[in-house]
């Protein structure tokens, strides 16, 4: 991976994925005295970054490997990517997911035409499940960050928003396994090196500070935040490129992420899940100092169950 | 009201309105096999397009008006737009809201500076509260749809959206007290004079259609349907630009509205309320017919009170 990798992945997938808006707020930026620019990744196709690395990645693999078909474990949003991106190429795509998984992103995945195998809801379950099947049917498997070409592809949302936007004093990812922030890392320092990248991540899963201050990779106990996006551990991959790239990672509490997904949803109307608003919610718990700033965060994903709330609106009308 | 209206209007407010984005679902046009182009004026200033036509009428009013200060009575986006407007204009305005109106109603149109009287909670109270007030301070009463230069701003929205997509063939929007469509439909038979202009009221709340019908203006009973925005009634202004300019009314059900607002929330990420899921519910039900048709539908607001929903989650992590 790296800023001309990046390059080279938006060429070749910028027909592909939505070039997704990038919005501001007026009553926010009044507010805080500084121009803050959202790239809206809950308008990428499946709803979330994650399509852009997937796309990117499959359509990079020989004609052997297509042939052969791919595997991923995953209930969230990488799962409907790789989903979306093999029925896109004609490649034939097995998505290994947890028992009780919700059942409309099981259905998402359905729908982009993959086939979904079910397993036990343990990290264990899955990788064994998934080794399982690629041992009887040779599938490839996509790590979902820990990949250079997935990298590569998730750095193209922040080269599209410094492309518009121009020089951006501050970028504000989510952190996760990486993945991301790696990518926005590369793009950012690429295309304008004095400005400082941040990744955000719930202080219930902090397992990425807390690696870059211990030197080496704590691995994450898949916490209950409900940024369920962020559960993930860092992979030398990502551990070595946030290590050098990255600024300054923050924490935030499940309060604040709850507080900034209102923000976007009450004021900027759209929808946000719990892991895309993580950068809001460091803006708006001051812990980031934005003022006279102008300032890039990345809302990654759009992806939450509604439900609940459909079933309290159909009450009223019943 | 007029086309040329409409233009001077556009001319006047778009430095000040949001040019608000189009957006289109790939889903939903291969779903339809059609184009359907949403003109999101959820995104709005104040959540709605209201804030259109009343930042035209304030900016007209002679400098003898604006010093009397503005009133206006409504519970709704209306309201919000009226107080924004003043704001802007450094008018002074007052609104009279009925008790018991939601508290995050209250505190937006509050924020904006304006004053807020409570009156009880009936269209007569409203109108009397509001005379009185009148009759001793003089304010001048700003209608929220029976003025031409508010249908002139409302004008803007389809305005805008037919200079940017080009030609249309059916543009659909919601229907209450017919402000919304009577500017629309001017504004759309002046640019594209082909084009069939549609408007969609709740089923519970079809006193257009039945007015239309009858020939004469049937009042509606302000009837409880969860599309707060579409209970009031036509005027004769109104009544009579539809009559004239206006293809058809299309009618949907609670359920229907519902179903559209959660295609919107769901799969487009964007936050509308009920009044500005219909155009999309009276696409969904089939009750206009969009294939091989290039369709602008407006989603005339996003206002909608979502504390329930966080209510939810945040139980979830409490």
Not at 22 to 51: H, P, W, Y
Not at 230 to 257: K, M, P, Q
Request: hydrophobic residues 40%.
């Amino acid at each position: 991976m790296s800023f001309q990798g990046i390059e080279e992945a938006y060429n070749r997938i910028s027909n592909i994925v939505n070039k997704t808006p990038v919005m501001t707020s007026r009553t926010l930026d009044l507010q805080l005295k500084a121009n803050i620019f959202f790239k809206c990744e809950n308008f990428q196709r499946v709803g979330a970054f994650k399509f852009r690395g997937a796309y990117n990645t499959l359509s990079l693999l020989s004609e052997r490997q297509k042939e052969k078909g791919v595997i991923s474990h995953s209930s969230g949003n990488h799962a409907q990517a790789i989903a979306l991106s093999a029925s896109l190429l004609g490649i034939k795509a097995t998505i290994v997911m947890p028992k009780g998984a919700p059942e409309n992103k099981i259905n998402a995945t359905k729908s982009y035409g993959a086939q979904v195998v079910f397993c036990d809801n343990t990290l264990e379950a899955r990788t064994k499940t998934t080794k399982e099947i690629i041992k009887e049917q040779k599938f490839v498997l996509i790590h979902p960050y820990d990949n250079d070409d997935i990298i590569n592809g998730q750095g193209t949302a922040a080269y599209e928003l410094v492309k518009e936007i121009g020089h951006l004093d501050i970028v504000i990812t989510p952190l996760g396994g990486g993945g991301l922030l790696s990518g926005t890392a590369l793009a950012t320092k690429g295309l304008c090196p004095n400005a400082r990248v941040i990744g955000v991540e719930p202080s219930l899963a902090d397992d990425a500070l807390r690696s870059l201050k211990a030197g080496f990779i704590v691995p994450s106990t898949y916490p209950n935040t409900i940024a369920d996006g962020l559960r993930t551990s860092l992979c030398e991959r990502t551990f070595n490129t946030i290590r050098t790239y990255v600024d300054d990672i923050i924490t935030v509490s499940e309060f604040e992420i709850i507080d900034a997904m209102k923000f976007l949803w009450e004021r900027m109307k759209i929808i946000v899940e719990p892991s895309g608003a993580v950068p809001l919610a460091a803006i708006l718990s001051k812990k980031i100092s934005v003022e006279n700033k102008k300032v890039g965060a990345i809302l990654s994903g759009g992806n939450i169950d509604i439900e609940p709330f459909f079933q309290l609106l159909e009450k009223k009308i019943a």
